[in-house]
């Protein structure tokens, strides 16, 4: 048998087990994440406090009636964020899933109340009721996204803040993925990237009547993409990422769009 017909045979070989398989499953998404030896040191890596900065820089243009509010930051990590509430004379709470995170955040910032807390599966609503929910940066790294955001809408009196990476996809989809498990990333190391209908749609499940997006993206390139409705969860090798306003009230539209 020549070089050539022993690569058809077994070309053939291979495209007849394809076919037998009764379902589409792709090997490499089950690969475990590699492991990670990152700490809470990644919170204050260059491309972290870039990408920090132009968040909250959007969010204070967004001029959201945020001044000495009641505020829970879901997600905190180390406390950064929550120090543009705290300057605004926010009565500020921070939890983290992991007990390595909100050890440093006490050893950096040690006037903020803080407490340690999955929000995947406890609730909230031991810590109290707060007037702004302000998550940014955890939904896309939780297995669990629907829960946690009926956790969060139970403590929000007025409004939820949140920023999450997304898939490009017009029908409410999650696309889950593993990460490891080190401090910025998943607690299981299972994740999922949402689709803006998926986060819409469940925000109004869990009582939110008025949502909204930024009619102007943070000035960071994770947030500036053209949508094609593909399923891409990146585009020129960088994550995409939204902005949501959950709201209990309507709010002005100078800087928000509805979304319902």
């Not at 939904?139 to 996204?145: A, C, G, I, K, Q």
């Not at 009926?150 to 997304?166: F, G, I, K």
């Not at 017009?170 to 490891?180: A, K, N, S, W």
């Not at 990146?234 to 009230?249: E, L, N, T």
Request: with cysteine.
């Amino acid at each position: 048998m020549s070089a050539l017909s022993r690569l058809l045979w077994s070309t053939g070989i291979r495209s007849t087990l394809r076919a037998k398989k009764p379902y589409p499953v792709e090997p490499g998404y089950l690969t475990p994440a590699p492991d990670s030896n990152r700490d809470a040191t990644i919170f204050d890596q260059p491309t972290t406090l870039d990408i920090s900065r132009a968040r909250m820089d959007h969010l204070d243009k967004l001029g959201l009636p945020l001044k000495g509010r009641k505020v829970l930051d879901v997600g905190a990590g180390v406390g950064h964020l929550a120090q543009y509430f705290v300057k605004l004379g926010c009565d500020v709470t921070c939890t983290d899933g992991r007990q390595s995170n909100i050890d440093r955040m006490r050893e950096l910032y040690p006037g903020l109340k803080s407490a340690v807390c999955d929000v995947q599966t406890q609730a909230l609503t031991t810590l109290g009721m707060f007037d702004v929910v302000f998550c940014y940066g955890l939904l896309y790294h939780l297995e669990s996204p629907v829960p946690a955001l009926r956790n969060m809408a139970s403590v929000c009196r007025q409004m939820l803040l949140l920023e999450t990476q997304v898939c490009d996809h017009v029908l409410p989809i999650l696309r889950m993925g593993q990460e490891d498990t080190s401090a910025d990333q998943a607690l299981t190391g299972l994740g999922g990237r949402p689709s803006p209908s998926y986060v819409v749609m469940i925000l109004r499940k869990v009582g939110f009547e008025f949502i909204y997006a930024p009619k102007i993206p943070p000035a960071h390139p994770d947030f500036q993409f053209r949508w094609n409705g593909m399923g891409a969860t990146g585009k020129k090798q960088h994550p995409i990422r939204c902005i949501f306003v959950a709201s209990r009230g309507k709010l002005p539209d100078d800087h928000l769009v509805p979304l319902l």
